[in-house]
């Protein structure tokens, strides 16, 4: 069965940095591409980043475009999302998830921005 445990959230200042991790297992993380979504309060959840198996493509939606880095390691079954500049509405939980995977996340990161 997939698993995918985020880290890294918590309570940053407007303008402050977080990175965040997902450690992947129980599939094959080399040849999936991999999402970075994330679910504001009372909305529903949003893509925000993708990424291809080998890396070398990378897209963004437009709210995080120039604020926010997704990259990997494949040797270490990780992904990793660099977000910077973070805004109040960056608020939310951040799940990771294979591009083909359907039905299942894993237990998300809080991302709470707040002066």
């Known amino acids: 069965q997939v698993q995918l445990a985020e880290s890294g959230g918590g309570p940053v200042q407007p303008g402050g940095s977080l990175t965040l991790s997902c450690a992947a297992a129980?599939?094959?993380?080399?040849?999936?591409?991999m999402n970075w979504y994330r679910q504001a309060p009372g909305k529903q959840r949003e893509l925000v980043a993708y990424?291809?198996?080998?890396?070398?493509?990378?897209s963004y939606v437009d709210s995080v475009k120039g604020r926010f880095t997704i990259s990997r390691d494949n040797a270490k079954m990780m992904l990793y999302l660099q977000m910077n500049n973070l805004k109040p509405e960056d608020t939310g939980v951040y799940y990771c998830?294979?591009?083909?995977?359907?039905?299942?996340w894993g237990p998300g990161t809080q991302v709470t921005v707040s002066s």
């Open positions: 990424i291809s198996d080998s890396g070398d493509k990378t």
């Open positions: 129980e599939f094959t993380f080399s040849t999936s591409g």
């Open positions: 998830r294979p591009d083909w995977l359907r039905d299942f």
